[in-house]
């Protein structure tokens, strides 16, 4: 309009053009104030829930620890000394396999009560996490069924859809069944662990 042939009119006109764009601009700039405060808010409160998920989930950590350390004295006979070397070993255990340790202390419990001995309920655990890779079963339900096979019980063992030696399942040679998923299943869950990090090649 400015630039047409001049007139008073054309001149009134374009000023109530720059007056509208700058209205538009003003609105602008307040929606994106507006956008920004809520987008803010929004990260506020997202930060707020992770603490409090992060106080919860030490307080639920801190009393899974407490229930473990209760069932390794009272069926393992564990030391003081020994409960602090297993959370040693579980933390080590969850760097390895990328399993967290809620899932990994139940599991152990499971075990340690069913074998009566600390040793071989943490040999059975770390078997269990490379078992679980290996036949695409959660942790739970493989320490469950070790935990029951321990005690003579097979049939879980079979559900897990590995080819297990049906003759040693028959005789109870809970030896060498673990044998067998130890060869089966060796590696399984670091491998597993390791595709899921960053820069690692799968």
């Known amino acids: 309009r400015i630039s047409s042939q001049y007139s008073d009119k054309g001149t009134k006109a374009a000023q109530r053009d720059i007056q509208k764009t700058a209205a538009k601009i003003d609105q602008f700039n307040k929606r994106i104030v507006k956008s920004y405060a809520v987008a803010a808010a929004a990260v506020a409160a ?4 992770l603490g409090k998920d992060a106080v919860m989930g030490a307080a ?12 390794l ?5 564990a030391t003081d ?3 602090r070397a297993n959370q040693k070993y579980l933390d080590s255990l969850e760097l390895q396999v990328a399993i967290d340790n809620e899932e990994l202390i139940p599991a152990l419990q499971k075990l340690v009560t069913a074998t009566g001995d600390l040793a ?17 079963k959660d942790l739970s339900t493989v320490s469950t069924a070790l935990s029951r096979a321990v005690m003579g019980n097979y049939t879980s063992l079979n559900k897990l859809g590995l080819p297990l030696d049906q003759a040693a399942i028959k005789a109870k040679d809970f030896a060498k069944i673990q ?24």
């Open 46 to 49: 997202f930060a707020v829930k």
């Open 60 to 71: 639920a950590d801190e009393k899974q620890q407490a229930s473990l350390a209760i069932a």
């Open 73 to 77: 004295r009272n069926t393992a006979g």
């Open 81 to 83: 000394e020994a409960i």
């Open 120 to 136: 071989a309920g943490q040999y059975l655990l770390t078997l269990a996490t490379d078992v679980a890779a290996a036949s695409g």
């Open 179 to 202: 044998k067998q998923l130890a060869d089966l299943s060796k590696g399984q869950a670091s491998a597993a662990a390791n595709s899921f990090r960053p820069g690692l090649r799968r």
